[in-house]
Each structure stands twice: as structure tokens, then as C-alpha cells.
């Protein structure tokens, strides 16, 4: 009379799949933003972080004894992950990045970081997000070097977040809200970030706790620090410049690497937005959105233990 079936009972049509699927059509605007602005070398970075993402997803699938095309808890090549890695990480390298580095950060994201903690959801960090940072201690001049859009003759300009740090300058908004600036190249139009970022929240593939926890903190720390020096930079200049938006929408709401209780995710917000700022106002960095997130990945074990809600019926 009865059909009785294990859990889960409640089940969904989205799958890792349709979820990276999601997230390659959130970052497409930014994409064709940085094609627009940084023209023949982003494509290059982009086509080369994507190919050698898929590559070494391969082999190291191959190297454990798994058929890349079969849905395996290790990972596939068909559910798009190692896409959705090499396409992050070529966003957050700047334009002046060499081949072989990209090529190398590449690899040890998805084979260190991805694969040596059990594979496609065991990580513990954000494995493009690591890649930049092995390339950052690797390859520091190499990371650190940018130029403007459009730019015929590659000369070296210094990010609105650096030249607000160490010469005090700041640019304007309207630009930095198009993208018409240095930077890395995903990371220059603030427009097509957030118009990837809402279609994720709409699509709830990204949850809205983090983006609004850290954009909270941020929000509150500025209004602070713009009444005791106005010259600290506005709310809307540390918003539209640097990663914040791209971190705060695509790799902060990581599902593998944030927490998984509601409150736990307030709290991993509220830690990267201050970490963030306090990186930006009084660290030797211009930016810390990367160390930020990577530092409450580490986190988010704690996290998840010390906000586990009480079952039901418990007191």
C-alpha cells in the first residue's frame, strides 16, 4: 500500500550541471565586457584558462581511474565545473598575464585545489580564486601590472584602488561603473557584473545573504570612515572598483565553500566585506576581496558547526 523511498524526498530538477550552466550565462555580459575593452589578450587569457581548465580535469579524472564523460562524484567533464574554473580565473587575471602563467594557474586549480581534497564539491577554497594566488606569489610584477582599455601601445596604469591608495587620486564613477578603466580584465565594468549577479540571485542559483551581508558591512564602514575623513573614498567608489562585485556575486556564493546554514552565511558575509575593507583602508594591498574570501573559505567549517540550527522539536 505504501511506497516507501530513502531521502531525499524532495527533489529538483537542478542539478551541478544546470547550476554551471547558470553561472557561464551570468558571466557572459562580463566576458563580452572584458572581449570589449581588453580586445585580443583576453581572449587569448579566457580560451587559454578554459582549454587548460578542461585538460587537466581529464587527466586527473583519468589518472584516478574515472571516464571523464561519466557522472561520478569525483567530477565530469559534462557538468561544466572545470569550465565554470578556468572561465573565473581568466576574469580575475589582468590583461598583461603571460601564457604560461595562466596555463599554470590553471592546472594547479583544478589539480590542487579541486582534485587533491576529493574532487567537484570537497574543496575547501575557491579553486580560481587559489590559482590567482599561487600566480600572485609566483608571478607577483606579472599580477600586479595592468593597462587601459584600448591601448594600441601596452603602457603600464596604476587601478583606481592603487591610485586611490598611494597617490591619493580618485576616478570617476561613471567610469568605473562602464569599465572603461585598468584592472583585471573581468573585473573593470561594474554594468555587466551586475547584470550577471542578478540574474543569478533571480535564478537563485547565488544566495542573496552574502552579497547583502557584505555589501552591508561595507556600506556601514564607509558611511564611518567618510565622516571621520572625507577622503577615504565614498560608498560607491569602493563598490564600483576593484573585484568587490565580481567576488561578491560569483565567488563568495561558491555552494563548496560557503557555509551552509542561513545565519552561517550572514556571518561569512559580514567577515568578508570587513576583512575587504579593512584590507583597503589600512593593508599594504590596494585589494583584499581575494584574501578576504579565500581567509573565510578557511572559516566556513566553524562556521557551519557554530550556526547549525537545532532539529525540530529540540530545545
Given at each position: ?19 554551471m550552466l547558470?553561472?557561464i ?23 587559454n ?47 598583461a598575464?603571460?601564457w604560461?602563467a ?7 586549480a ?25 600566480l ?8 600586479t601590472?595592468f593597462?587601459?582599455?584600448f591601448?594600441v ?12 591608495k ?30 550577471g549577479?542578478?540574474?543569478l540571485?533571480?535564478?537563485k ?9 557584505m555589501?552591508?558591512?561595507v ?7 567618510g ?11 569602493h ?40 584590507i ?6 590596494p585589494?583584499?576581496?581575494m ?5 573565510m ?19
Amino acid at each position: 500500500m505504501y511506497n516507501i523511498s530513502s531521502s531525499p524526498h524532495l527533489r529538483v530538477k537542478l542539478d551541478t550541471r544546470s547550476v554551471m550552466l547558470n553561472v557561464i550565462l551570468g558571466l557572459l555580459p562580463v566576458t563580452a565586457a572584458a572581449v570589449f575593452f581588453f580586445r585580443v589578450p583576453a581572449v587569448y587569457i579566457i580560451l587559454n584558462c578554459i582549454i587548460t581548465a578542461i585538460l587537466t580535469e581529464w587527466l586527473v579524472l583519468k589518472m584516478r581511474g574515472v571516464n571523464p564523460l561519466s557522472n561520478t562524484s569525483y567530477g565530469s567533464l559534462k557538468d561544466l565545473s572545470a569550465v565554470v574554473t578556468g572561465l573565473l580565473l581568466a576574469l580575475i587575471l589582468p590583461p598583461a598575464v603571460k601564457w604560461y602563467a595562466a596555463t599554470l594557474g590553471t592546472v594547479f586549480a583544478i589539480a590542487v585545489v579541486k582534485h587533491i581534497f576529493g574532487g567537484l564539491g570537497c574543496n575547501i577554497f575557491n579553486p580560481a580564486l587559489m590559482g590567482r594566488l599561487f600566480l600572485m606569489i609566483a608571478y607577483p610584477k606579472m599580477l600586479t601590472t595592468f593597462y587601459e582599455p584600448f591601448s594600441v601601445d601596452v603602457v603600464s596604469k596604476a587601478t583606481p584602488l592603487a591610485l586611490y591608495k598611494f597617490s591619493s587620486q580618485f576616478v570617476s564613477l561613471k567610469s568605473l561603473f562602464l569599465g572603461n578603466i585598468s584592472g583585471s580584465i573581468g573585473e573593470t565594468s561594474a554594468l555587466c557584473i551586475l547584470i550577471g549577479g542578478i540574474y543569478l540571485l533571480l535564478r537563485k542559483i547565488a544566495d542573496w545573504r552574502i552579497p547583502l551581508t557584505m555589501f552591508g558591512v561595507v556600506l556601514a564602514v564607509t558611511i564611518i570612515m567618510g565622516t571621520i575623513n572625507p577622503l577615504s573614498g565614498s560608498l560607491f567608489f569602493h563598490l564600483l572598483s576593484g573585484g568587490l562585485l565580481l567576488g561578491m556575486f560569483f565567488m563568495a556564493t561558491d555552494p563548496a565553500t560557503s557555509p551552509v546554514t542561513k545565519l552561517g552565511r550572514y556571518v561569512f558575509g559580514a567577515g568578508c566585506g570587513l576583512i575587504i575593507i579593512i584590507i583597503r583602508y589600512w593593508g599594504g594591498y590596494p585589494e583584499g576581496v581575494m584574501f578576504s574570501i579565500l581567509f573565510m573559505n578557511a572559516l566556513t567549517p566553524l562556521i557551519n558547526r557554530y550556526t547549525k540550527p537545532k532539529r525540530f522539536g529540540e530545545r
